[in-house]
């Protein structure tokens, strides 16, 4: 019922800035939080930054100061802005978007595919 799809990957220099987007389409729900994880080579997928309907945010301790997520709720689409990029950044970033159905009583957590960013000189 809902198909995520991301963009924005790609390789960048430490330093540099990158901007992921990540758009659901479908019908027949509502999407409460939004957010992005990553998995580093050899690490395990982590939270990276989450925004719920109402505008609150969340960042991982590593991202703080340098990402910000946003959300455009007409467009079903969010947002993140990657900046001062680390080589330990790199990494296959997931979109994650968290839907109540209308005719559910349940909420459903859909994934992206993931689109992969590498940070390297």
């Known amino acids: 019922q809902v198909q995520l799809v991301e963009s924005g990957g790609g390789l960048v220099q430490p330093g540099g800035s990158l901007r992921l987007s990540c758009a659901a389409s479908g019908s027949g729900f509502k999407i409460l939080d939004m957010g992005w994880y990553r998995q580093g080579p050899g690490k395990q997928r982590e939270l990276v930054a989450v925004?719920?309907?109402?505008?609150?945010?969340n960042y991982a301790d590593s991202v703080k100061g340098r990402f910000t997520i946003s959300r455009d709720n007409a467009k079903n689409t969010v947002y993140l802005q990657m900046n001062s990029l680390k080589p330990e950044d790199t990494a296959v970033y997931y979109c994650?978007?968290?839907?109540?159905?209308?005719?559910?009583?349940?909420?459903?957590?859909?994934w992206g595919k993931g689109t992969l960013v590498t940070v390297s000189s």
């Open positions: 925004i719920s309907s109402a505008g609150s945010t």
């Open positions: 994650n978007v968290v839907v109540i159905s209308y005719s559910a009583v349940h909420a459903v957590d859909y």
